[in-house]
Every structure is written in structure tokens, then in C-alpha cells.
């Protein structure tokens, strides 16, 4: 086999590895506030690709904008300091709303559809990806040539319509969905197989998913979910 024909091989092989399914899905974070004026047209992507099995689509509601007369219901300060983190990782000076953060590797607005669907087609998860196995009780990491920090998220995959009194979003009512309820760190993986017990969900009906991210703001190299 000549030499071109062994790289196209090899390149193959390396795409389809990398490729996003069911098992390895493509992280797309949004970053939102109720009171952001700007952001209904990037939640409806969001939502758009929320049934998709290559996608494990999040919804992280900040609290930037509560000053300006609304109050988020779903928001939290860690999940704004979550976004600094990734303005940090990005090498931004500041944090903004729409933000969509695709695999902890690049950042976009999020308000047109079709370059959301275009960045989450060319970025994947780079090489050495580690086999996630997610059980109600425990989370498996086998071996792999890489290391990060494991963290989980709970989330709520139900549509929920919350209505907007006040603000810049005053008398609307915004759907919601995949919203972020729980987020901490479970561990640290140095490469070597892993299991971490999870605690228990502090609701019922949230779905449970594992980041394995290069450190804060780092890039995610895998994940799984419920």
C-alpha cells in the first residue's frame, strides 16, 4: 500500500474515533440569562438539538444580568463563575450572553442554527479518548494516555415554560430545558482506571452526566449521560 493510502487510512480511522455519538457525545453548553434580551434565539438552538443522541445539550442559567429587574430562577453564581472559567480557557477578557461553549474548545453566539450545527460538526474531542461508563450508583474510567478532572452534572431534561414579570424579557414566557441544577467536582484522573462513586440527585427527575475536562475552562475530553 503506498504511503498516501496508509495516511488516508489512518485518517479515517482517527475521524471516525473521534466522531460524536451516542456513547460520546458533543458537549454544547449554553450560557443564558431570563433577563438577557439577546438569548431566546440561541435557547431555541439549543432546544432544537436537545433530542439528538450525538448531543449532550446544557442549559447554564447566570446572574450577571439579575440587577437589571428579573431575577433567573434556575440561576447560580457557580455557574457563572463556571463561564469565567471558560472565558479563561478561551483567552477572553469577559463573560456574555448568548454563549454557547462547544466541547470546552470554542465559543459562539449561538443565535444562528447554522453555525451552531457547523462548529459542532468540526469540533471534536481531540485524540485519547477515554471510555466513560455511567451507572446510577458510579462512574467507570477506563484507561487512557490523557488526564483531567471529573466533574458531574445534573440537569432537568424537561420543558419547562417559565413566564418573565419583569426586565428586559418582561411578559414573555421563555421555554427552558436541560437546565443546569447540580454541577461540582468529583475526582481527578491521572490515566489509570477509575471508578468515583456519585452522590445521590438532590430532586428527582434530573439526568445525570460526567465531564471529563482538562481542568476548569479546559476542554472536555469525554463525556457520557443518563
Given at each position: 500500500?503506498?504511503?498516501?493510502?496508509?495516511l488516508?487510512?489512518?485518517?479515517?480511522?482517527?475521524?471516525?474515533?473521534?466522531?460524536a455519538?451516542?456513547?460520546?457525545?458533543?458537549?454544547?453548553?449554553?450560557?443564558q440569562?431570563?433577563g438577557?434580551?439577546?438569548?431566546?434565539?440561541a435557547n431555541?438552538?439549543?432546544l432544537?438539538?436537545?433530542?439528538?443522541?450525538?448531543?449532550?445539550?446544557?442549559?447554564?442559567?447566570?446572574?450577571?444580568?439579575d440587577?437589571?429587574?428579573?431575577?433567573?430562577?434556575?440561576?447560580?453564581?457557580?455557574?457563572?463563575?463556571?463561564?469565567?472559567?471558560?472565558?479563561?480557557?478561551?483567552?477572553?477578557t469577559e463573560?456574555?450572553?448568548?454563549?454557547?461553549?462547544?466541547?470546552?474548545?470554542?465559543?459562539?453566539?449561538?443565535?444562528?442554527?447554522?453555525?451552531?450545527?457547523?462548529?459542532?460538526?468540526?469540533?471534536d474531542?481531540g485524540?485519547?479518548?477515554?471510555t466513560?461508563?455511567?451507572?446510577?450508583?458510579?462512574?467507570?474510567?477506563?484507561?487512557?494516555?490523557?488526564?483531567?478532572?471529573v466533574?458531574?452534572?445534573?440537569?432537568?431534561?424537561?420543558?419547562?415554560?417559565?413566564?418573565?414579570?419583569?426586565?428586559?424579557?418582561?411578559?414573555?414566557?421563555?421555554?427552558?430545558?436541560?437546565?443546569?441544577?447540580?454541577?461540582?467536582?468529583?475526582?481527578?484522573?491521572?490515566?489509570?482506571?477509575?471508578?468515583l462513586?456519585?452522590?445521590?440527585?438532590?430532586?428527582a427527575?434530573?439526568?445525570?452526566?460526567?465531564?471529563?475536562?482538562?481542568?476548569?475552562?479546559?476542554?472536555?475530553?469525554?463525556a457520557?449521560?443518563?
Open positions: 500500500m503506498r504511503l498516501a493510502n496508509i488516508l487510512v489512518l485518517l479515517a480511522t482517527s475521524q471516525a474515533a473521534l466522531a455519538d451516542a456513547e460520546n457525545p458533543v458537549v454544547v453548553e449554553l450560557f440569562s431570563q438577557c434580551s439577546s438569548c431566546p434565539p431555541a438552538n439549543l432544537a438539538i436537545a433530542d439528538r443522541p450525538d448531543v449532550l445539550a446544557l442549559s447554564w442559567e447566570v446572574t450577571y444580568w440587577y437589571l429587574g428579573w431575577t433567573d430562577t434556575f440561576g447560580d453564581r457557580s455557574y457563572t463563575a463556571r463561564q469565567w472559567d471558560y472565558a479563561a480557557g478561551l483567552r477572553h463573560v456574555y450572553t448568548p454563549q454557547i461553549v462547544i466541547n470546552g474548545r470554542r465559543d459562539i453566539v449561538g443565535d444562528s442554527a447554522a453555525e451552531l450545527q457547523s462548529t459542532i460538526a468540526r469540533t474531542r485524540p485519547n479518548t477515554p466513560l461508563t455511567l451507572t446510577p450508583t458510579e462512574v467507570r474510567i477506563a484507561s487512557a494516555q490523557t488526564h483531567g478532572d466533574f458531574l452534572v445534573r440537569y432537568d431534561p424537561a420543558l419547562i415554560d417559565v413566564p418573565i414579570l419583569r426586565g428586559e424579557n418582561g411578559g414573555r414566557t421563555l421555554p427552558h430545558r436541560n437546565v443546569v441544577h447540580e454541577f461540582r467536582r468529583l475526582g481527578n484522573f491521572s490515566g489509570a482506571p477509575l471508578t462513586l456519585l452522590p445521590k440527585p438532590t430532586r427527575g434530573l439526568k445525570t452526566a460526567i465531564l471529563l475536562q482538562a481542568g476548569l475552562g479546559g476542554p472536555i475530553l469525554a457520557t449521560h443518563s
